[in-house]
């Protein structure tokens, strides 16, 4: 099997596994970041999604072999105690029912901020959208994602 050298999180690890594995397994199996969630396994919900250089990627349709030097980012990466801004807002604003789109609505909000600090109610739909959630928290996500903006949201 290849060897693979990643950068997660700001950590250097490397794996073993077959070139086609997605990253999704890498993460959740071989390192132990079980934050990222698995969904639906073909890139149609976002539950997957980390961040690749800071932007948007879906783990779960991402094979190892094509990640190469690209810093990854989990939502563990984002902080050790929940004190990103955009954390903070989705505890303030109460977004999660069941949770498991979490991850991947904060992991694609982050990125928003990132390139829009002040988002507009559109950007965020256009954003947001390919994350899906069956509990339909869409709109508190749109206010979580102001929140987090007010703070200064990187």
């Known amino acids: ?48 999604t980390v961040l690749l250089d800071g932007s948007v990627t ?14 990854v980012q989990t939502i563990e990466g984002l902080s050790d105690d929940r004190s990103h801004p955009v954390q903070r807002a989705w505890l303030e604003v109460d977004v999660p029912q069941c949770g498991w789109c979490q991850p991947g609505q904060i992991m694609t909000a982050a990125a928003l901020l990132a390139q829009h600090p002040d988002p507009t109610d559109e950007q965020i739909d256009e954003w947001m959208s390919p994350v899906l959630c069956r509990c339909g928290t869409y709109n508190r996500c749109r206010k979580a994602i102001h929140v987090a903006a007010q703070e200064g949201g990187r």
């Not at 693979?4 to 070139?19: C, E, F, M, Q």
């Not at 879906?58 to 810093?71: K, Q, T, Y």
């Open 1 to 48: 099997m290849p060897e693979y050298s990643l950068t997660v999180n700001g950590s250097h690890r490397r794996v073993d596994v077959p070139a086609d594995t997605p990253l999704l397994w890498v993460l959740r199996d071989e390192l132990e970041l079980t934050g990222t969630k698995y969904g639906c396994g073909s890139g149609q919900c976002g539950s997957c």
């Open 58 to 71: 879906l783990a779960c349709v991402l094979p190892i072999e094509n990640v190469g030097d690209r810093a």
